[in-house]
Protein backbone atom coordinates (compact mmCIF):
# COMPACT_ATOMS: atom_id res chain seq x y z
CA UNK A 1 0.00 0.00 0.00
CA UNK A 2 2.92 2.01 0.84
CA UNK A 3 3.73 1.87 -3.20
CA UNK A 4 0.58 3.05 -4.13
CA UNK A 5 0.79 6.32 -2.06
CA UNK A 6 4.34 7.49 -2.99
CA UNK A 7 3.12 6.57 -6.72
CA UNK A 8 -0.10 8.71 -6.29
CA UNK A 9 2.29 11.63 -4.72
CA UNK A 10 4.80 11.55 -7.76
CA UNK A 11 1.67 11.37 -9.87
CA UNK A 12 -0.02 14.13 -8.35
CA UNK A 13 3.36 16.02 -8.28
CA UNK A 14 4.53 15.44 -12.29
CA UNK A 15 0.47 16.87 -12.93
CA UNK A 16 1.50 19.81 -11.19
CA UNK A 17 4.48 20.78 -12.23
CA UNK A 18 3.58 19.98 -15.96
CA UNK A 19 0.30 22.05 -15.67
CA UNK A 20 2.62 25.37 -13.95
CA UNK A 21 5.59 24.96 -16.57
CA UNK A 22 3.08 24.23 -19.69
CA UNK A 23 1.78 27.80 -18.96
CA UNK A 24 4.70 29.20 -17.91
CA UNK A 25 6.64 28.20 -20.94
CA UNK A 26 5.06 29.94 -23.59
CA UNK A 27 7.09 31.88 -24.71
CA UNK A 28 8.33 29.15 -28.04
CA UNK A 29 6.53 29.63 -31.52
CA UNK A 30 2.52 29.73 -30.50
CA UNK A 31 1.46 27.44 -33.12
CA UNK A 32 4.02 24.81 -32.23
CA UNK A 33 2.71 25.13 -28.62
CA UNK A 34 -0.74 25.50 -29.79
CA UNK A 35 -0.72 22.53 -31.79
CA UNK A 36 0.22 20.92 -28.69
CA UNK A 37 -2.42 22.01 -26.46
CA UNK A 38 -4.96 19.00 -27.00
CA UNK A 39 -2.00 16.23 -26.13
CA UNK A 40 -1.17 18.15 -23.02
CA UNK A 41 -4.81 18.86 -21.89
CA UNK A 42 -5.02 14.67 -22.71
CA UNK A 43 -2.47 13.50 -20.99
CA UNK A 44 -3.37 16.20 -17.75
CA UNK A 45 -6.27 13.97 -17.82
CA UNK A 46 -5.16 10.52 -17.93
CA UNK A 47 -3.11 11.57 -15.07
CA UNK A 48 -5.76 13.03 -13.20
CA UNK A 49 -7.74 9.84 -13.83
CA UNK A 50 -4.89 7.52 -12.55
CA UNK A 51 -4.46 9.70 -9.57
CA UNK A 52 -8.33 9.39 -8.84
CA UNK A 53 -8.14 4.79 -9.41
CA UNK A 54 -4.96 5.05 -7.14
CA UNK A 55 -6.47 6.35 -4.93
CA UNK A 56 -9.99 4.17 -5.00
CA UNK A 57 -7.53 1.54 -4.80
CA UNK A 58 -5.78 2.92 -1.16
CA UNK A 59 -9.47 3.39 -0.51
CA UNK A 60 -10.72 -0.37 -1.04
CA UNK A 61 -7.52 -1.91 0.80
CA UNK A 62 -7.93 -0.06 3.58
CA UNK A 63 -11.64 -1.40 3.87
CA UNK A 64 -10.72 -4.97 2.89
CA UNK A 65 -7.51 -4.49 5.87
CA UNK A 66 -9.92 -2.84 7.70
CA UNK A 67 -12.61 -5.73 7.84
CA UNK A 68 -10.10 -8.34 7.92
CA UNK A 69 -9.33 -7.16 11.35
CA UNK A 70 -12.61 -7.26 12.35
CA UNK A 71 -13.15 -10.62 11.29
CA UNK A 72 -9.75 -12.07 11.99
CA UNK A 73 -8.40 -10.57 15.08
CA UNK A 74 -4.29 -10.74 15.51
CA UNK A 75 -3.59 -14.17 17.49
CA UNK A 76 -2.21 -13.55 21.03
CA UNK A 77 1.72 -14.49 21.31
CA UNK A 78 1.80 -17.73 22.69
CA UNK A 79 2.82 -18.12 25.87
CA UNK A 80 4.57 -20.66 27.98
CA UNK A 81 1.95 -23.07 29.94
CA UNK A 82 1.78 -22.55 34.02
CA UNK A 83 1.16 -25.11 36.08
CA UNK A 84 -1.08 -24.86 38.56
CA UNK A 85 -0.87 -26.89 41.84
CA UNK A 86 -3.78 -27.46 43.48
CA UNK A 87 -3.36 -26.79 47.34
CA UNK A 88 -5.63 -28.62 48.93
CA UNK A 89 -3.77 -32.02 46.79
CA UNK A 90 -1.01 -31.17 49.39
CA UNK A 91 1.66 -31.20 46.35
Known amino acids: MFINIGAMALDALWFLMVLFIWNSSASHDEFVWDSLSGIHNFSLFLSF ?33 TIVVNPASGH
Open 49 to 81: VNIAIRGGVIWMLRMISAEEEKNFPPMASPTKP
